[in-house]
């Protein structure tokens, strides 16, 4: 695994007058869970886009080591985009750019509490599952960069919270790098090792927190304390969102 380093000086949409992200600079450590959060429309989706190499209309330059190139991506969309004829293994299977042994798959399904469900078609799954499927499928490739595009959003509480559990625990046997976006502060701290607070368009990086370890109530609590204090301290302006 890889460092990853997203310099992005500017990013306008050709219909747009301002630009979507300028000056933004993001450095990814090796196996780091990082959680983006940052009001609505603020930009999330195009650097995830600039990322995955999806978008390459913009001024800045992204390095994977010391190599000028978009680093392997595994993307998790808000929705699970799961092919409907397809059982939850051939969805995953497909997403694959090299066979892998059939133990690999089985380990991720385990994982994720859908041996069960392997054969099972799109339209049987809850939305939960599908998201766990789209995470699967995701780890599977194994990406230089996991992008998560609130993956997480219109879940039940009680859903939401184990899905996360369940990727959490993924990611501890699996590290890579993840980059997670959400609106949500408690998700964001109950998930990342680091947090980077984003501006409004144009969207730049403004601030950082480390989450503490170990992960309990109480460190949480104090992380997001911590870290509204350190965003009030330095940007006033943001304050509404808090
Ligand atoms: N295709 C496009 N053409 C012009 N402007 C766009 C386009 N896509 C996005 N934008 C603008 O760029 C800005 C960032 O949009 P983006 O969807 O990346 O934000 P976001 O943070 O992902 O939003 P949300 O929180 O709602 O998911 C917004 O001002 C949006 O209107």
């Not at 190599?67 to 059982?87: A, E, S």
């Not at 990406?143 to 625990?169: C, G, I, N, W, Y």
Request: hydrophobic share 40%; glycine share 4%; charged share 20%.
């Amino acid at each position: 695994m890889t460092d990853i380093q997203i310099n992005i000086n500017n990013k306008t949409y050709p219909t747009a007058t301002k630009p979507s992200i300028a000056n933004l600079e993001l450095s990814l450590n090796s196996n780091e869970f990082i959680c983006l959060v940052g009001p609505s429309g603020c930009g999330k989706t195009t650097l995830l886009n600039i990322i995955a190499g999806l978008d390459n209309d913009y001024d800045g330059e992204i390095l994977v080591g010391r190599r000028h190139t978009h680093p392997k991506i595994g993307y998790v969309f808000q929705n699970p985009r799961l092919l409907p004829w397809r059982t939850v293994r051939e969805n995953i299977e497909l997403a694959l750019d090299r066979p892998q042994p059939p133990e690999v798959i089985d380990a991720l399904l385990g994982a994720m509490q859908l041996t069960q469900a392997q054969q099972v078609y799109p339209e049987r799954l809850s939305l939960g599952m599908s998201r766990r499927v789209a995470i699967i499928r995701a780890f599977a490739v194994d990406p230089d960069v996991l992008l998560m595009d609130e993956p997480f959003v219109s879940l039940d509480a009680p859903t939401a919270r184990h899905v996360r559990e369940l990727l959490l625990k993924l990611w501890q046997q699996r590290p890579h790098t993840v980059l997670f976006v959400t609106h949500d502060l408690r998700e964001a701290v109950a998930l990342a090792d680091r947090l980077v607070f984003l501006s409004a368009t144009p969207m730049r990086a403004i601030s950082e927190i480390i989450v503490p370890i170990p992960r309990n109530e109480r460190n949480n609590e104090l992380a997001i304390e911590a870290f509204r204090q350190q965003l009030l301290q330095h940007h006033p302006e943001i304050k509404q969102l808090l």
